[in-house]
């Protein structure tokens, strides 16, 4: 073997983040080091590896078929590793993970139920947050990955990845049937009494927002403290509010609420993985990180 472990390892972790940084912050070492080594491994080869951008890097013909017998064989060294331990008495990986409630149903449980079946021994720590202090959490270096709803403000030090769309629809109680009738114009059942979330939520500034992009001003009758009280406060017709579809559905299956459509089109929102490049994560949370990001 012409080249040493070492560089197969840097290969593989630049290869799977597609960026020299992220590569490096993920190996505790610096960028130009990263680059070295790397040229170092097409040199042994006699190859190109990489086709390098301003965006990143992508693999070559050569590389990609490099990466498909290197990934398999680092995952297996590291999987033996974490197996070692276990058997050595060592304490168990855990994960610190922010997530906010919209993020938690639409998407993150069926995820972790994957991931909990290829490692059991992984305690998670769960932590409920609206986006504001999730994002908060992370960049104090409390949880390892936030999982958030957008809109959102973030610094150029953070990764974020958008994996799932989602989209709200305006629903009332049954005093409200008359309203499900007809499409309605927002600027119609501006007077009806508003359930919100608190003023201090994401999702407040984004009904705030789509309320000024339609020339009015959003005044809610009451603010609740999660999503999940929106709805039974709907439901014993104390106004009107905005709901994910996904968390209407049983409910107006069951006609405990209408839907009240409306002529403006909702904007529709994103739940993102977020990660601090400066701060990497440990190999099972990366594997829970690469997990979380995947689409499929």
């Not at 270096?141 to 957008?150: R, S």
């Given at each position: 073997m012409?080249?040493n472990?070492?560089h197969y390892?840097?290969?593989y972790?630049?290869?799977?983040?597609k960026?020299l940084t992220?590569?490096a912050?993920a190996l505790?070492?610096s960028?130009?080091?990263?680059?070295?080594?790397?040229?170092?491994?097409?040199?042994m080869?006699?190859?190109?590896?990489?086709i390098?951008?301003?965006?990143?890097?992508?693999l070559?013909a050569e590389g990609?078929?490099?990466?498909?017998?290197?990934?398999?064989?680092?995952?297996?060294?590291?999987?033996g590793?974490?197996?070692l331990?276990?058997?050595?008495g060592?304490?168990?990986?855990?994960?610190n993970v922010?997530v906010?409630?919209?993020?938690?149903?639409s998407y993150l449980v069926?995820?972790l139920?994957?991931?909990?079946?290829?490692?059991?021994?992984?305690?998670?720590?769960?932590?409920?947050?609206n986006?504001k202090?999730t994002?908060?959490e992370?960049k104090a270096?409390?949880?390892?990955?936030?999982?958030?709803?957008?809109p959102?403000d973030?610094?150029?030090s953070l990764?974020?990845?958008e994996?799932?769309?989602?989209?709200?629809?305006l629903v009332?109680?049954r005093?409200?049937?008359?309203y499900?009738?007809r499409?309605m114009?927002?600027?119609?059942?501006?007077?009806?009494?508003?359930i919100?979330m608190?003023?201090t939520?994401t999702?407040?500034?984004?009904?705030q927002?789509?309320y000024?992009s339609c020339?009015l001003?959003?005044?809610p009758?009451i603010?609740?403290?999660t999503?999940?009280?929106i709805?039974?406060?709907?439901?014993?017709?104390?106004?009107?509010?905005?709901?994910p579809?996904?968390?209407?559905?049983p409910?107006l299956?069951?006609?405990?609420?209408?839907?009240i459509k409306l002529?403006?089109?909702?904007?529709?929102?994103?739940i993102c993985i977020v990660?601090d490049?400066?701060r990497?994560?440990?190999?099972?949370?990366?594997?829970l990180?690469?997990m979380?990001?995947?689409?499929?």
């Open positions: 012409t080249a472990f070492e390892k840097v290969f972790y630049v290869a799977k983040y960026n992220r590569a912050n505790v070492t960028q130009p080091s990263v680059t070295y080594c790397m040229q170092n491994l097409e040199s080869l006699g190859c190109k590896l990489f390098r951008s301003r965006k990143g890097v992508t070559t990609e078929h490099l990466y498909s017998y290197v990934a398999p064989a680092c995952k297996q060294l590291m999987q590793e974490e197996t331990r276990e058997l050595l060592e304490q168990h990986d855990h994960i922010g906010t409630q919209v993020a938690m149903r069926e995820k139920k994957v991931f909990q079946e290829q490692y059991p021994q992984v305690k998670l720590n769960i932590f409920n947050y986006t202090q994002l908060s992370l270096g409390k949880i390892d990955l936030a999982i958030i709803t957008n959102i973030y610094e150029q990764k974020v990845v994996v799932k769309s989602f989209k709200s629809i009332g109680g005093m409200y049937k008359e499900g009738e499409k114009f927002l600027s119609e059942v501006v007077k009806l009494p508003l919100t608190s003023s939520t999702t407040f500034g984004f009904l927002e789509f000024r020339g001003t959003m005044q009758a603010e609740v403290a999503m999940d009280l709805i039974p406060v709907i439901r014993k017709n104390l106004g009107i509010g905005f709901v579809e996904e968390f209407a559905g409910f299956e069951a006609k405990d609420i209408l839907e002529h403006e089109q909702i904007p529709e929102r994103k990660s490049s400066n990497p994560l440990g190999t099972v949370a990366e594997e990180q690469s979380l990001e995947c689409q499929k």
